[in-house]
Structure formats: structure tokens, C-alpha cells
């Protein structure tokens, strides 16, 4: 049984810094692309950061770059995002997400095999 799950998430005053971490289990970790999305409250699921699976190939929406890196550690089957310079627009549930038998990350939800419960960010002003 495939298991992601993500840590890390709270408040946290504009400018602050998080680190989201999502372990998981039941699958070939290393044979992954891993991505991290967001959910805000009345928005459409949006793509945040994916990795390949060596960590030598990364994307990010616009809106983060600069200010998020995404990581993996593979011996540890973890995924990470730092995310520094918070923007109260940075507001929503945060995902992880496996993506199987990809060599390039994918930025589409509905192309991802296995989806984390979500953790909550909130960004004060």
C-alpha cells in the first residue's frame, strides 16, 4: 500500500520560512518524479515543484521561483520543499505527489499516480 505523507506545515508571519517534508512507502521511491502542489480555499489545484528521479531536474511555477527549492533524498524516501520569503498568496494545502515511469516532471494533477492527505500553510500579513 502506497503511502505519502507530508509534515510541516502551520503559520507563519509574512518573509518566514517553511520546510515541507512528505515520506513515503510501498513504492520504488528512486523510480518517482515528485511533485509538491497547492490548493487555496475555492481554487483549482495548482502546480507548485516536481524533481526528477536523481534530483538533477526540477521545475517551478513562476509565482516561487527564487523562493522555493524542492529535494530528495532517496535513501530516505523524502521529499522536501523549502519555502523562504512566505507571501500571504502562499496561503493553501500543500500536496506531494508520485509520478511513475516519467523521465521529465510533469506540472498536470491528473498525470500523478499517488497524492499525499495535504498539509496546511498559512501565511499571516
Known amino acids: 500500500q502506497v503511502q505519502l505523507v507530508e509534515s510541516g506545515g502551520g503559520l507563519v508571519q509574512a518573509g518566514g520560512s517553511l520546510r515541507l517534508s512528505c515520506a513515503a512507502s510501498?513504492?520504488?521511491?528512486?523510480?518517482?518524479?515528485m511533485g509538491w502542489f497547492r490548493q487555496a480555499p475555492g481554487k483549482e489545484r495548482e502546480f507548485v515543484s516536481a524533481?526528477?528521479?536523481?534530483?538533477?531536474?526540477?521545475n517551478y511555477v513562476d509565482s516561487v521561483k527564487g523562493r522555493f527549492t524542492i529535494s530528495r533524498d532517496n535513501a530516505k524516501n523524502t521529499v522536501y520543499l523549502q519555502m523562504n520569503s512566505l507571501k500571504p498568496d502562499d496561503t493553501a494545502v500543500y500536496y506531494c505527489?508520485?509520478?511513475?515511469?516519467?523521465?521529465?516532471?510533469?506540472?498536470?494533477?491528473?498525470?500523478?499516480?499517488?497524492w499525499g492527505q495535504g498539509t496546511q500553510v498559512t501565511v499571516s500579513s
Open positions: 505527489a508520485a509520478d511513475w515511469g516519467v523521465v521529465v516532471p510533469s506540472t498536470i494533477p491528473r498525470e500523478y499516480d499517488y
Open positions: 510501498g513504492l520504488t521511491f528512486s523510480r518517482y518524479v
Open positions: 524533481v526528477s528521479w536523481s534530483g538533477s531536474n526540477t
